[in-house]
């Protein structure tokens, strides 16, 4: 990959959407990670209006360092980047307060996980109207069109994704060419939904490596029978997954009347 001639393809791309669409700048949730540390930087090399903000919901210490470490880095680099702060653990614990009591508390365990990513998107657009932003969204090709691993209408409700087109590993090599700050380049990928130290790769039992990997094979043509041990294991991994969040990348069924019943 030509990685600097990626980084301006990727600036000019977000600075020519939102001049087209008549807005004034982006706004991107920062969360410690590397996905939106680069969609970031990258809407910050457009020169226009970047609002950063950080909405933690019971969040892991490390995260919340990396990123205000992360925003600290593009203020010093960027004059256009703003920075807000929303503090969603009181909204998030009253609304699990409203909610009816469950028999087990770990049956909501995934709910409340995606409540959490729905109630930051609420807040992103809170600040998108206001100020005539566009809503930059951070999935990479894994997740957004591989295993479906984002919140329907969370992270995965935005106006425009910059590096939906890029594997993991690809986004870390456009970080390396930014100059992102080592904490976040070294730290394990964490979606941040659940208030403790799991990593994604102890939610979906592989790592991103491997999954690209199982992604080219299913891209290929294989089926789990071409193989064996730990290869076996991740493409059904993939393949489960794949299946389970397909709703996530499909457009929204509807439901065709008939012209004759109209």
Known sequence: MQTKKVVDHITDWLRSYAEQAGMKGFVIGVSGGIDSAVTSTLCARTGLDLLCVEMPIHQGEN??????????WLQK????????KVELT?????????????????????????TRARLRMTTLYYFAALEKYLVAGTGNKVEDFGIGFFTKYGDGGVDLSPIADL????VYALGEELGIIESIMTAAPTDGLWGD?????????????ELEWAMRMKDEGKNSSDFSGR???VFLIFNRFHSANKHKMVPIPICKIPDELK
């Open 90 to 114: 009181p909204i998030f614990d009253e609304l699990v307060d409203a909610l009816p009591d469950v028999e087990k508390e770990e049956d909501r365990f995934m709910s409340l996980a995606n």
């Open 77 to 84: 680099n960027f004059p256009n980047v703003r920075r807000q």
């Open 167 to 170: 594997l993991k590993t690809e």
């Open 197 to 209: 130290d799991r990593t994604d790769e102890d939610q979906i039992g592989a790592s991103y490596p």
């Open 63 to 72: 995260q919340v360092t990396r990123a205000d470490d992360h925003i600290n």
């Open 231 to 233: 290869e076996k294991e």
